[in-house]
């Protein structure tokens, strides 16, 4: 079945600079999108959302990019911190049922 | 207002065992949905439940089931445990209507041995 792209790629960046973390998918169905930070020991956080009618959202420190033309969202973290240090997903809704990438681990170095 | 409340945390079952995990969602909240979490899967869908209905269901054998109550608490019971059975299960709460944003809780550990 479709999926949105499975790996798991780790992003190393210096503290204070900006992150870009990438995902694929494939269901051109697929109407709203959510990134979400999971940190060791605790289950997803929700980060910021979009819908398939948008292609760029901010929210605090964080914007999302939606390319619908060629499947590609991706999450911009500006001033990265290192509390930002986690493993962030891609998830898309198909329907009542979230479809997760593969996950990017961000690591922050002070 | 209060998060998402799985129990228990850990678990350790043996082989052959079953067992039943719960998940109290946001007061409100309608829709449960549960994912498996394992390193070499990731984050896979189980199933989603609505007003004590299941509405959509992953690509899980039928060991994997789940109910929802009329307070919109959930289980979910996995029989005849297998060693692949060990993973982070996590719940997800959410409104259940139009597109909004699920929120998770911390995930019950199982680990079958």
């Known amino acids: 079945g479709e999926s949105v792209g499975l790996h798991l790629p780790t992003l190393s960046v210096q503290e204070g600079d900006n992150s870009i973390i990438n995902c694929a998918y494939s269901?051109?169905?697929?109407?709203?999108f959510i990134w979400y930070k999971q940190e060791s020991g605790k289950g997803p956080q929700f980060i910021i959302d979009?819908?398939?009618?948008?292609d760029k959202r901010q929210g605090q420190r964080v914007t999302v990019l939606l390319n619908k033309t060629v499947k590609h969202l991706s999450l911009q973290i500006a001033a990265t911190q290192p509390g930002d240090s986690a493993v962030y997903f891609c998830?898309?809704?198909?329907?009542?049922?979230?479809?997760f990438g593969g996950g990017t681990r961000l690591m922050v170095k002070p | 207002k209060a998060g998402v409340t799985q129990t228990p945390r850990y678990l350790i079952k043996t082989r052959g065992q079953q067992v039943t995990l719960s998940c109290s969602p946001i007061s409100g909240h309608r829709s449960v949905s549960w994912y498996q979490q394992t390193p070499g899967q990731g984050l896979q869908f189980l199933f989603e439940?609505?007003?004590?209905?299941?509405?959509n269901k992953g690509n899980f054998p039928g060991r994997f089931s789940g109910r929802q109550f009329s307070n919109s608490r959930s289980e979910m019971n996995v029989s005849t445990l297998e060693l692949g059975d060990s993973a982070l299960y996590l719940c997800?709460?959410?409104?259940?209507?139009?597109?909004?944003?699920?929120?998770f809780g911390q995930g019950t550990r199982l680990t079958v041995v």
């Open positions: 979009i819908r398939s009618n948008m």
């Open positions: 269901n051109s169905a697929s109407d709203y």
């Open positions: 997800a709460s959410s409104p259940g209507t139009g597109y909004t944003e699920a929120f």
């Open positions: 439940y609505f007003s004590e209905t299941q509405r």
């Open positions: 998830a898309e809704d198909a329907g009542n049922m979230l479809t």
